[in-house]
T-cell receptor, first 117, second 115 residues
Framework: NAGVTQTPKFQVLKTGQSMTLQCAQDMNHEYMSWYRQDPGMGLRLIHYSVGAGITDQGEVPNGYNVSRSTTEDFPLRLLSAAPSQTSVYFC????????????????FGAGTRLSVL | DQQVKQNSPSLSVQEGRISILNCDYTNSMFDYFLWYKKYPAEGPTFLISISSIKDKNEDGRFTVFLNKSAKHLSLHIVPSQPGDSAVYFCAARLLYGGATNKLIFGTGTLLAVQP
């Protein structure tokens, strides 16, 4: 019953470093997305994917890259970390049926807390 | 431009009483509204939803009310229990580009239920 798994749980980076936040789901969901949560801002969509090989930008995509080579994995890459990217990052997934025909109920991972110094 | 607003950052209620969490929105194109609950160090989990064509949806102790004319929805928890203490996010679904859609989240309300 893993659901959506995010690694690592915590990470500290120096400005300019790059890293990849991992996200994997075992529910065979087509739709996956990345959000960041900041105080007073709620959850904001960074990037999303509606299936393997298909990705698109959300509200706050600058400074992040994604790819979707398999249905299960959706990594988020920080190209050159900046202090403004200090945040809690959540990965979420949703079935095609829910995404297209219903409410887009998304299942979330436990999050990655990232600090950029 | 915050399209989904939760103006109360926190709410404290006594166990057994009613909790009412509020959410306002600005975009009349939202077609579904969802409430998520989040415990510390965990991801948000889906709680209850309502279609924009309904005005009420009930699931056990949880009821969501939608007032489209006021662009306002509320989540009622009756009776409140200490285990309900969490952050509650309101979210709205926006359709665009055909079937593509995304969820817009509010800023969250921290509910504390006192024993």
């Amino acid at each position: 019953n893993a659901g959506v798994t995010q690694t690592p749980k915590f990470q500290v980076l120096k400005t300019g470093q790059s890293m990849t936040l991992q996200c994997a789901q075992d529910m065979n969901h087509e739709y996956m997305s990345w959000y960041r949560q900041d105080p007073g801002m709620g959850l904001r969509l960074i990037h999303y994917s509606v299936g393997a090989g298909i990705t698109d930008q959300g509200e706050v995509p600058n400074g992040y890259n994604v790819s979707r080579s398999t249905t299960e994995d959706f990594p988020l890459r920080l190209l050159s970390a900046a202090p403004s990217q200090t945040s809690v990052y959540f990965c979420a997934s949703s079935s095609r049926t829910s995404f297209l025909l219903a409410k887009n109920i998304q299942y979330f991972g436990a999050g990655t807390r990232l600090s950029v110094l | 431009d915050q399209q989904v607003k939760q103006n109360s950052p926190s709410l404290s209620v006594q166990e057994g009483r009613i909790s009412i969490l509020n959410c306002d929105y600005t975009n009349s194109m939202f077609d579904y509204f969802l409430w998520y609950k989040k415990y510390p160090a965990e991801g948000p989990t889906f709680l209850i939803s309502i279609s924009s064509i309904k005005d009420k949806n009930e699931d056990g102790r949880f009821t969501v009310f939608l007032n489209k004319s006021a662009k306002h929805l509320s989540l009622h928890i009756v009776p409140s229990q200490p285990g309900d203490s969490a952050v509650y996010f309101c979210a709205a679904r926006l359709l665009y580009g055909g079937a593509t859609n995304k969820l817009i989240f509010g800023t969250g309300t921290l509910l504390a239920v006192q024993p």
